[in-house]
Every structure is written in C-alpha cells, then in structure tokens.
C-alpha cells in the first residue's frame, strides 16, 4: 500500500483527493494507511440507524474525510 500511494501522490502530487473503499472488515493497518495518506473513506448513512454508538456508519461518528452514501432505499 505505501509504495502504491507514494508513487499516486509523488506522479500526482498532495493535493489529489482518492476516496478508497473503507467497508466491511477492516483491519488498524488499513485505517493506519487511509489516515497516513489522508484519503477519503465511505460512509454508507443507512447503515447508521443501529443502537451501537459506536457505529462507524452513524453520522456523528463519520470521519472528517468521508464520502456519504444514502444506502439502497
């Protein structure tokens, strides 16, 4: 991953706005990448309706670099 977003933003430069497909199941190394390249994550906004507070899917819980979808109505 870091050779790839190096060479993305080495050709591209630091100002290219990525948005990568953040769902399902993670693991910290992939959150670690997605934060260290500053890229833009997905947040699927009908997932969010649960009890869990924690729920990345909630809207309070979005990260500041997220791109919201409405969900399959």
Do not use: C, W
């Amino acid at each position: 991953g870091d050779e790839f977003f190096t060479a993305i933003t080495r050709t591209l430069g630091k100002d290219v706005s990525l948005i990568i497909e953040d769902i399902g199941a993670l693991t910290p190394e992939v959150l670690e990448l997605r934060d260290r390249f500053q890229l833009h994550g997905v947040r699927i906004a009908q997932k969010g309706f649960t009890y869990d507070a924690d729920n990345m899917y909630a809207p309070h819980n979005f990260i500041p670099r997220s791109v919201a979808y409405t969900g399959k109505i």
